[in-house]
């Protein structure tokens, strides 16, 4: 019958002498990782929060949207025949296009959010109809 091993045999931490030494060598490195991603991340965040909530960002952006939202909702009137989908992303994109003229002053920050996400949501709406009409 073999013996039973122990957890804690001297003969086998000998054996693999240094491994708890370079365990602990990993885990300071993967800790000296966490830290300096993290303070670069804070600090890209925090340097790309400005340019992100720049007015001139939301108004390409819906300029974008609606661009879009004509291509691809207008051609299904034209494929389909079927103006609901049209009418609904329409909806969306005004609710979206009314966020942007609260904007974040004045504390209506949550409201212009709160919106935009409604539009978007309306929005995807109109755009899986118009797919669901054409096939």
């Excluded at 490195?29 to 960002?57: F, M």
């Excluded at 299904?76 to 002053?105: E, N, S, Y």
């Amino acid at each position: 019958m073999p013996p039973t091993p122990k957890l804690w045999n001297k003969g086998d931490l000998l054996a693999k002498d240094g491994l708890w030494d370079r365990i602990a060598v990993l885990i300071s490195g993967l800790c000296l990782v966490h830290c300096v991603s993290t303070l670069i991340l804070v600090a890209l965040i925090s340097s790309a929060a400005g340019v992100l909530l720049d007015p001139i960002i939301h108004e390409i952006g819906i300029c974008i949207a609606i661009i879009l939202g004509l291509i691809a909702l207008g051609r299904g009137i034209m494929d389909h025949g079927f103006l609901v989908p049209a009418i609904i992303g329409g909806l969306g994109l005004a609710i979206m296009a009314a966020a942007i003229t609260i904007g974040h002053q004045e504390n209506h920050g949550s409201t212009e959010i709160f919106l935009t996400m409604a539009g978007v949501g309306i929005l995807a709406i109109g755009h899986n109809l118009n797919y669901r009409a054409g096939r």
